[in-house]
Structures are given as structure tokens and as C-alpha cells.
Nanobody, 119 residues
Framework: QVQLQESGPGLVKPSQTLSLTCAVG??????????WGWIRQPPEKGLEWMGM???????YYSPSLERRIVISMDTSKNQFSLQLDSVTPEDTAVYYCAAVSSTWVINFWGQGTQVTVSS
């Protein structure tokens, strides 16, 4: 069983960088079968897949975000991170981290964290 917990600022100013971290419990990320992903849900909208990082460090990003997003991982701390540059109010959303299987199925979710972009 994998446990995931997001952390980071709940309020970010426009044009700044949004940074979130996901702590992974229940096993080591190193050599894991899972990839580690980020998904978000803006108010009154559906889920949006943002990207993910494999246990080998290879990243996969949504084409709509690839110019602004970086996903990284620190296996020594058993955590992975999201950076989203140049945010606007449209980036306001609940952000979820997730463990993704090799068949691109999300097996485990974090509880989600609200991030609001506002001056």
C-alpha cells in the first residue's frame, strides 16, 4: 500500500512559480514499479493530467504544460516534486499526486492540496 501526501504553499502570486512536494510512504521509490504523477482539478472543471516521472527519472509532460512544468524526484527523501512556472489565476486548482502503474492506471492518490493563484 502506497501513501501519498502533498505539501506546499496554498497561495501563489501571478507570474511566480508554484512548487509542491509529494511524500511517498509504504515503500521505497527507488526501483519502484510505479511512476509518480501530478494531476489537478480547477474549480468546476474535470481532472487534468499534468505529467509524471518514472523510476528511471524519465519525464512525461502534458503538451499544454510542457513549457512551464518540471517534475523531479529525490529518492533519498522518498519524495517527488512539481514546479509550474509563470502561473496565472487559471492555474488555481486542487493538485493531486499519484502513483501510476505501468499500464498508466492511477493506483494511489494523495488527498489533494488547494493552490490559489492570486495577488
Amino acid at each position: 500500500q502506497v501513501q501519498l501526501q502533498e505539501s506546499g504553499p496554498g497561495l501563489v502570486k501571478p507570474s511566480q512559480t508554484l512548487s509542491l512536494t509529494c511524500a511517498v510512504g509504504g515503500g521505497s521509490m527507488r526501483g519502484s514499479w510505479y511512476a509518480w504523477g501530478w494531476i489537478r482539478q480547477p474549480p468546476e472543471k474535470g481532472l487534468e493530467w499534468m505529467g509524471m516521472i518514472g523510476s528511471d527519472g524519465e519525464t512525461y509532460y502534458s503538451p499544454s504544460l510542457e513549457r512551464r512544468i518540471v517534475i523531479s524526484m529525490d529518492t533519498s527523501k522518498n519524495q517527488f516534486s512539481l514546479q509550474l512556472d509563470s502561473v496565472t489565476p487559471e492555474d488555481t486548482a486542487v493538485y493531486y499526486c499519484a502513483a501510476v502503474s505501468s499500464t498508466w492506471v492511477i493506483n494511489f492518490w494523495g488527498q489533494g492540496t488547494q493552490v490559489t493563484v492570486s495577488s
